[in-house]
């Protein structure tokens, strides 16, 4: 039988109870109705400002970081072409 994902005090007893006729210990029928009851609560807040927060960085990201990168950057010498080093250094 499913948990009832639900935060209230009725569900979280019907959660440990369905757990421990399913043979659970206690403590692990107590530590999954909790995280069910977390996982409702989770559900239920709603936070508008990261779709918001989200598309403000990918605009940002596509404006700066995606242009800076189309622009030609300067190679890296390889171990070759670096100098010798002299020992009086």
């Known amino acids: 039988m499913p948990l009832i994902k639900s935060t209230s005090k009725e569900a979280f007893g019907k959660n440990i109870g369905a757990e421990l006729r399913a043979?659970?210990?206690r403590a692990?029928?107590?530590?999954?109705?909790?995280?069910?009851?977390?996982?409702?609560?989770?559900?239920?807040?709603?936070h508008p400002h990261h779709s918001e927060h989200s598309s403000r960085r990918s605009e940002h990201?596509?404006?700066?970081v995606a242009?800076?990168?189309?622009?030609?950057?300067?190679?890296?010498?390889?171990?070759?072409?670096?100098?010798?080093?002299s020992a009086e250094e």
Do not use: F
Not at 28 to 34: D, E, W
Not at 37 to 44: I, L, P, V, Y
């Open 61 to 64: 990201y596509h404006k700066t």
């Open 23 to 25: 043979g659970k210990p």
């Open 67 to 85: 242009a800076s990168e189309a622009r030609p950057s300067a190679t890296k010498m390889t171990k070759a072409e670096h100098p010798p080093v």
């Open 28 to 46: 692990q029928a107590v530590a999954i109705a909790y995280a069910e009851k977390r996982a409702a609560e989770h559900k239920h807040k709603e």
